[in-house]
């Protein structure tokens, strides 16, 4: 099972920006998919930002434009970039890992918008 670290959360004012960073145990180019997801208070886990093996990405609408998923150079890390930061954007965000027989998720990092 791979192990996973999200770090990058903090505080920020509306309109601002945010890296997030998944390090992974070992490379993740042999896993199916490393996504984000997040967690509001009272709400359930949603999919934010999916990026497959192969390359091609797909994000939540409520994020397109404004959120970017991608790879570093280290072949262990997933970034997610977002820009134009909303208070509905609040919650805990996590980095999952899916491979074919099992799904690894990280501790989680907070992430609060600020109107």
């Known amino acids: 099972q791979v192990q996973l670290v999200e770090s990058g959360g903090g505080l920020v004012q509306a309109g601002g920006s945010l890296i997030l960073s998944c390090a992974a145990s070992?490379?993740?180019?042999?896993?199916?998919?490393m996504g984000w997801y997040r967690q509001a208070p009272g709400k359930q886990r949603e999919l934010v930002a999916v990026?497959?093996?192969?390359?091609?990405?797909n994000y939540a609408d409520s994020v397109k434009g404004r959120f970017t998923i991608s790879r570093g150079n280290a072949k262990n890390t997933v970034f997610l970039r977002m820009n134009s930061l909303k208070p509905e954007d609040t919650a805990v965000y996590y980095c999952?890992?899916?491979?074919?027989?099992?799904?690894?998720w990280g501790q989680g990092t907070q992430v609060t918008v600020s109107s």
């Open positions: 999952n890992a899916a491979e074919l027989s099992r799904s690894s």
């Open positions: 990026i497959r093996s192969a390359g091609s990405t």
């Open positions: 070992r490379s993740i180019l042999s896993i199916n998919a």
